[in-house]
C-alpha cells in the first residue's frame, strides 16, 4: 500500500451524521493514524505501512468507495488528539476501547480481544508473572505511553512505572536492566522478541489484568471523531462482513493473530463503565 499526498479534510457539517465518507469518496483518499506499534500499524523496513490496522482499512475503504490510504504515523499518545484535531481521519492502531475513550471518540466494533503480557529477563528471576508480583516486588515497569497497562499496573499498587516510546524501547529497558518488565499487549510482547531475535529477554504467559477486583479483556478496534456516524456505521457494516466470512482472521493470521483473538463485543459493551 503505497502513501499518496492528500490535503486535510475537515468536518464542516456533521448535522445527520457528518458527510466525511462523501467527501472521502470525492477525494479517493483517506489518512490513517498509525501509533508505530507492531504488528498493529507501523511503517516497515521499506518504508511503506504495515501492520494488520491498515490492512483491513485499505480492504473496507476500497468497498466503500475510497481507493487510497496514507499513513499518518504518531505517537500512540497522540492519536485521540490528533484525530480529534483533522490531522488524520481514523484512527487505525488497534486502540482498545475504554469508557475514558469512548467520550472522546467514537469506535468502530473491535476486531480482537486481547490479554497482556510482560517482556522480562531470561529465566524470569524475579518471577514476575502478574501486575501483583510487580508491585510486591517494588519492581520497575516498563510500557508505552498512553497504554492501557498504565492503569492496570497503578490498580495492582504498582510504584514505580516508566513510559517509553515503543515496545523495542522497552524490551531494551529490560535487557538494560533500567526495567524489570515492559508489560503490553500478548502480540506485541512475542511479535517484539520474535523481531529482535533477542537471547536476554523472554515473555511470559499471557496475564489477566484485574480492575476494581474484576477480570479486564480488553478489546481494539478502529476509532473516528464523534461527529462522523456515518462513517462509523458504514465501517462497521464491512467489517462484519469481514467477520462472518473468515476473511478479517485470514488478514490478521500472519501478524501474530489467533482465531480465540476474534470477538463478538460490540463498542457498546466496551464503552459502558
Do not use: W
Not at 95 to 120: K, S, T
Not at 159 to 182: H, Y
Not at 214 to 240: C, Y
Request: aromatic share 8%; glycine share 10%.
Amino acid at each position: 500500500m503505497g502513501a499518496v499526498g492528500c490535503s486535510r479534510v475537515s468536518t464542516a457539517d456533521v448535522k445527520d451524521g457528518g458527510d466525511l465518507l462523501e467527501r472521502l469518496r470525492a477525494q479517493g483518499v483517506v489518512k490513517l493514524g498509525l501509533a508505530g506499534e507492531q504488528p498493529y500499524s507501523y511503517i516497515g523496513k521499506d518504508g511503506e505501512m504495515t501492520g494488520y490496522a491498515p490492512e483491513v482499512a485499505a480492504r473496507i475503504f476500497e468497498r466503500l468507495g475510497v481507493p487510497r490510504v496514507q499513513p499518518f504515523p504518531t505517537e500512540f499518545g497522540s492519536l485521540i488528539s490528533g484525530l480529534n484535531s483533522q490531522q488524520f481521519d481514523v484512527v487505525a492502531a488497534g486502540m482498545y476501547i475504554n469508557p475514558e475513550r469512548c467520550q472522546q471518540v467514537l469506535f468502530a466494533d473491535p476486531e480482537y480481544q486481547m490479554l497482556d503480557a510482560f517482556i522480562v529477563r531470561k529465566g524470569n528471576p524475579k518471577n514476575l508473572n502478574d501486575y501483583k508480583d510487580v508491585a510486591e516486588a517494588g519492581a520497575t515497569l516498563a510500557t508505552g505511553v498512553g497504554y492501557a497497562e498504565i492503569g492496570y499496573a497503578e490498580d495492582a499498587g504498582v510504584k514505580n512505572i516508566m513510559t517509553l516510546p515503543d515496545q523495542l524501547a522497552g524490551l531494551l529497558a529490560v535487557e538494560q536492566g533500567r526495567a524489570d518488565v515492559f508489560a503490553g499487549t500478548a502480540v506485541t510482547v512475542r511479535n517484539v522478541i520474535k523481531e529482535t531475535k533477542s537471547k536476554r529477554v523472554e515473555a511470559t504467559e499471557e496475564i489477566q489484568p484485574i480492575v476494581d477486583g474484576e477480570p479486564v479483556v480488553d478489546a481494539g478496534a478502529f476509532a473516528f471523531r464523534k461527529a462522523e456516524t456515518n462513517l462509523r456505521d458504514a465501517f462497521n457494516r464491512e467489517l462484519h462482513k469481514m467477520k462472518d466470512s473468515g476473511e478479517l482472521l485470514r488478514i490478521m493470521r500472519p501478524f501474530g493473530f489467533s482465531e480465540e483473538q476474534m470477538t463478538d463485543l460490540t463498542a457498546e459493551e466496551k464503552c459502558t463503565p
